[in-house]
């Protein structure tokens, strides 16, 4: 529709949608009388202010929200206006109170997406009815089915495949869009009842930070956003956050006002960039070349903070050089515990055990440079060698002019930002996720970490290292592991001893409840029966076959010792990264929520070449058509956020609780997830009655009850389909962390603060308070009061004694260039976070699209590569490598540096010219460190511990097609 239009067709057709909508200031003009005798609706008007006028009025309005996977700015509360049943608009709320006249409030609060739902919501992408392929998968045939017929069919294939082949053949992929509320609730508790299988897919979407948990042994922990405002340094170091934290970005420049400074670390010259007050450029994926020479300036010049680096550090701890492990108490006594680490002190100029139940040091005075000969308690003599002493050898090969040739940043302009870091108080950086999507982005998270551990600055109020932010009620898991509620003490409390037997043992109450998180990657637990949880990542390699796509792997200077096929065998053979369904049982349904792997996944096309011919039944669970559902065999209408009642997953930065309340009842059948689930139960359960069919075991020798299926995930219809609202009353009130409200009260407005830190399992590691009138400071319980550390050693961990990690000369921090993924190719194809949608969501929304750089795919490159292949703005091109090509528009931009390119992601498949897309030349092969297991936290968690895919090291060659993309 043109942006223009003049007043007779804005009268037309205002007139033609109020009057088809019986609004209010209508009446039916029987004299206007047409053939059949139906008469029109005529607008009672006398200009057209009344018309403009009239959409101002509403039936009601409602508090709600997006319940999609924001993630950083996540989540804004909305006014919603409904009139005659629809959603006509919505506006931020903007309500939000001032917590302390020191810091700014948290208004406004929302973005375009968000702005322009009410739109999205009825455009011609939205399904209402459930349909059934009836042509081949992909060929975009459908018939409209009723819900009986679809359910009935899907719960038949269902107990097909359970019975003869196992409960652990039924996957769920669930995506960016899961809730942690009232959806998963239900998928939480099939799961649990049923055995079948979770993937988790925070690796395989390129959120993994896997370098903070090595360094943390956990990756979620962050501040608030208004704690930016104490800071009097900002590093926007691996990331945009003004382009992508929306309603985030006042914060950082309001924190300007009162004297902050920016700096940017950056390949483009983006919009933080422009923001900041020095903008450093680097070449794609040498960040750690970087970070490890600010952190020999900071050593060499006598910066490092050594109380904190002693008390809060693994530096001090020593390391025995006859075998690279760290050296325990268990290697020099008797009935020596081998989680018991040694230091040497200071004032007694002896070896000493590191405190374990503790941080705090008491009368202990480590030495950092140590390099000593100490005899073992079998007579053995070994040297032996401080971390903090092994780093400043590993630093010494990073002067700023040895690290200028790897990283492309000047040695002067590398001691200027050594210089700005160690000059003020508090530094802080932000939260993204960019680093973990280079390959060996862990080596560069550890390496920034490094700098805020020898500066200190970690734990203060307005300084800080920014872990993953995820905050979440904890009522959840509650919800979706009890039989009903009367028995949710009895049912938590079968871990009792367990949790008691880890707290004797000198456990912080973080590491228990983070243990429960990695209990579900362990099926047929005898603790508490539990969802069971897997890698995607490693399920879409193996059973998936993008494995495959990694064939020449060793062409591509990963720097491995072996093929990367060895690292994962040995790592499946050893049980370090648990993969379910084991490789020789492949999956055969699949059932997509909120979810859109065709589209997300790197190599996916080879998913419809390898794991969809295995799938007897692939449902698609979405509002929409997206890329995954147009190759599945049902897609099921599932009701968008204003159609139900929801509470969702949040982060720290925006520590509210933001609620959906339903704003108009779901669209034709469209149902909510939370019913569309309980429906499958109810009709397993049907069928297999019918059947005859009562239970099977699982591949762990547990039960699953097929014929009470529905009964037992409704608590004896305690929970039935359409209890949305109720099932959110029921987390809610199981939650700890809003104890100063009501569900009532909350739902109303929208949106309340935390009260406190949830436990958790992803939650709890932010380890702090959660005050009502000040910021939010991450790690506080450590800083402050000493609470150990959930790494192996207890401590912010910099040196990873594993068997990987010493091959690969990882045991330290440290800089490996960039692979060639793809091939031998001179342009590196880096990517970002699309401002105009969130993940897919909005990708083909036309609204958003009249606000991008074009209409459809394109790819950002330099003006110098752009002239060197005779390619002009606009034109199409073709991006190839070994793996394979798609087509796309150039957008040359005065923003890139020679030799990168830059895609803005979740461009739908359907989006792009021809065959192929963005993910085709992205193999993203795995990351042997990332396979590594038996160790106290490099186990696989919930969120944490699992293999990530990297699409920012692949290498490319675009040339320009001369017929405008037809060949």
């Known amino acids: 529709m043109s942006a223009v239009m003049n007043r007779r067709g804005f009268l037309k057709s205002a007139a033609a949608l109020m009057g088809s909508l019986s609004l209010p200031g209508f009446v039916v003009n029987a004299a206007a009388g047409v053939a059949g005798g139906n008469a029109p609706a005529v607008p009672l008007y006398t200009s057209w202010k009344d018309v403009y006028r009239?959409?101002?009025?509403?039936?009601?309005?409602?508090?709600?929200?997006?319940?999609?996977?924001?993630?950083?700015q996540a989540h804004c509360s909305w006014d919603v206006y409904v009139k005659d049943g629809i959603v006509y608009r919505e506006e931020q709320a903007a309500e939000y109170e001032q917590i302390n006249p020191e810091l700014p409030d948290y208004n406004p609060r929302g973005c375009q997406k968000g702005g322009c739902f009410s739109e999205r919501m009825y455009d011609d992408t939205r399904i209402t009815h459930p349909m059934r392929r009836v042509g081949p998968r992909g060929s975009g045939k459908w018939e409209r089915?009723?819900?009986?017929?679809?359910?009935?069919?899907?719960?038949?294939?269902?107990?097909?495949?359970?019975?003869?082949?196992?409960?652990?053949?039924?996957?769920?992929?669930?995506?960016?869009?899961?809730?942690?509320?009232?959806?998963?609730?239900a998928q939480g508790r099939f799961s649990m009842l049923t055995q079948s299988i979770s993937l988790d897919m925070d690796g395989e979407i390129g959120d993994s930070r896997r370098g903070t948990l090595e360094t943390f042994g956990k990756i979620?922990?962050?501040?608030?956003?208004?704690?930016?405002?104490?800071?009097?340094?900002?590093?926007?170091?691996?990331?945009?956050?003004?382009?992508?934290?929306?309603p985030q970005a006042h914060f950082f420049t309001e924190a300007r006002y009162r004297g902050a400074k920016i700096i940017s670390v950056a390949p483009d010259y983006n919009p933080s960039a422009i923001k900041s007050d020095l903008w450093i450029p680097i070449k794609p994926g040498t960040d750690a070349a970087l970070a490890m020479a600010v952190c020999h300036l900071i050593v060499a010049g006598g910066h490092v903070k050594e109380a904190f680096v002693k008390e809060q550090t693994d530096l001090p701890l020593l390391v025995r050089t006859d075998t690279s492990r760290f050296l325990k108490q268990a290697d020099m006594q008797a009935e020596g515990r081998e989680d018991h680490h040694m230091l040497w002190d200071a004032h007694s100029d002896s070896l000493q055990t590191a405190p374990f139940r503790s941080l705090a040091l008491e009368a202990l005075d480590p030495m950092l440079d140590v390099s000593r000969s100490v005899t073992l308690k079998d007579g053995q003599r070994v040297e032996v060698r401080s971390v903090y002493s092994l780093l400043r050898d590993r630093l010494a090969d990073y002067t700023p002019e040895a690290a200028s040739q790897m990283c492309g940043v000047s040695p002067k302009m590398i001691r200027r930002l050594a210089h700005e870091i160690v000059s003020v108080d508090k530094v802080a950086n932000i939260a993204q996720t960019s680093m973990c999507k280079y390959y060996h982005g862990n080596l560069a998270e550890r390496a920034m970490a490094l700098i805020f551990a020898l500066t200190g600055n970690i734990g203060r109020r307005g300084a800080g290292f920014s872990g993953f932010p995820v905050l979440n009620v904890d009522g959840g898991d509650k919800f979706a592991l009890t039989p009903n509620m009367r028995e949710v003490a009895e049912t938590f409390g079968r871990l009792e001893p367990f949790i008691q037997q880890r707290l004797d043992a000198g456990d912080s109450h973080e590491m228990v409840v983070q243990g429960l998180g990695r209990l579900m990657f362990v099926p047929g637990n005898p603790l508490i029966r539990l969802p069971i949880w897997t890698s995607g990542t490693l399920f879409w390699s193996v059973h998936g076959g993008i494995g495959e796509l990694s064939a020449r792997a060793e062409e591509w200077g990963l720097g491995n010792k072996r093929p990367l096929q060895a690292y994962l065998d040995e790592s499946l053979s050893k049980q370090w990264q648990p993969l379910q369904p084991a490789p020789d049982r492949p999956p055969r349904i699949m059932i997509s929520l909120v979810s859109n792997p065709l589209r997300r996944l790197r190599g996916s096309e080879k998913l419809l070449e390898v794991l969809w011919p295995k799938l007897k039944k692939v449902v698609v669970m979405d509002w929409r058509i997206n890329s995954t559902a147009r190759h599945a065999d049902y897609v099921l209408p599932a009701a968008p956020w204003y159609e139900r009642t929801n509470l969702k997953w949040v982060t720290p930065l925006s520590p509210y609780l933001t609620t959906c309340d339903q704003a108009t009842a779901p669209l034709g059948e469209a149902k909510t997830d939370w019913s569309i689930i309980v429906l499958l139960a109810k009709h397993i359960q049907k069928r297999a009655r019918e059947r005859g069919i009562s239970a099977v075991k699982s591949p762990q020798g547990l039960e699953v009850k097929?014929?009470?299926?529905?009964?037992?995930?409704?608590?004896?219809?305690?929970?039935?389909?359409?209890?949305?609202?109720?099932?959110?009353?029921?987390?809610?009130?199981?939650?700890?962390?809003?104890?100063?409200?009501?569900?009532?009260?909350?739902?109303?407005?929208?949106?309340?603060?935390?009260?406190?830190?949830?436990?958790?399992?992803?939650?709890?590691?932010?380890?702090?308070?959660?005050?009502?009138?000040?910021?939010?400071?991450?790690?506080?319980?450590?800083?402050?009061?000493?609470?150990?550390?959930?790494?192996?050693?207890?401590?912010?961990?910099?040196?990873?004694?594993?068997?990987?990690?010493?091959?690969?000369?990882?045991?330290?921090?440290?800089?490996?260039?960039?692979?060639?993924?793809?091939?031998?190719?001179?342009?590196?194809?880096?990517?970002?976070k699309t401002r105009w949608s969130i993940h897919s969501t909005w990708r083909d929304s036309s609204l958003m699209l009249r606000l991008e750089a074009r209409p459809e795919p394109y790819m950002l490159m330099s003006v110098a590569d752009a002239v060197q292949r005779g390619i002009a703005d606009d034109d199409w091109i073709r991006v190839r490598n070994d793996i394979g090509s798609f087509k796309c528009r150039a957008k040359v931009s005065p923003s890139l540096r020679p030799g990168q390119t830059l895609m803005h992601h979740a461009w739908e498949q359907y989006q792009f010219e021809g065959p192929g897309d963005m993910n085709t030349v992205s193999p993203s092969p795995l990351n042997p460190v990332e396979l590594a297991g038996g160790h106290p936290h490099l186990t696989a968690g919930l969120l944490q511990g699992q293999n990530s895919v990297f699409d920012r090291d692949t290498r490319v060659e675009v040339e320009r097609i001369a017929d405008g993309g037809r060949t």
């Open 54 to 72: 009239s959409q101002w009025t509403w039936d009601k309005v409602v508090r709600s929200t997006h319940h999609l996977n924001c993630w950083y």
């Open 145 to 185: 089915v009723s819900w009986d017929e679809a359910l009935d069919d899907i719960a038949d294939a269902y107990l097909d495949v359970t019975v003869e082949e196992g409960t652990d053949r039924t996957i769920w992929d669930l995506g960016p869009g899961i809730d942690l509320g009232v959806s998963m609730a």
């Open 220 to 246: 979620a922990f962050e501040r608030s956003a208004d704690d930016y405002f104490y800071s009097d340094l900002i590093l926007f170091w691996g990331g945009n956050p003004i382009y992508t934290q929306i």
């Open 706 to 832: 097929l014929d009470t299926l529905y009964d037992d995930l409704t608590m004896q219809g305690e929970f039935r389909e359409g209890d949305d609202d109720k099932v959110a009353r029921a987390i809610f009130d199981l939650s700890s962390t809003h104890k100063n409200k009501t569900w009532d009260e909350v739902k109303q407005k929208g949106f309340a603060r935390f009260d406190g830190l949830p436990e958790d399992p992803v939650s709890i590691g932010s380890m702090c308070e959660f005050p009502a009138d000040d910021s939010i400071v991450p790690l506080t319980f450590h800083v402050r009061d000493k609470v150990p550390y959930p790494t192996a050693s207890r401590r912010i961990q910099f040196f990873v004694d594993h068997p990987f990690y010493d091959e690969l000369d990882e045991l330290l921090p440290r800089f490996k260039a960039p692979p060639m993924i793809g091939g031998n190719y001179p342009l590196m194809m880096t990517g970002g």
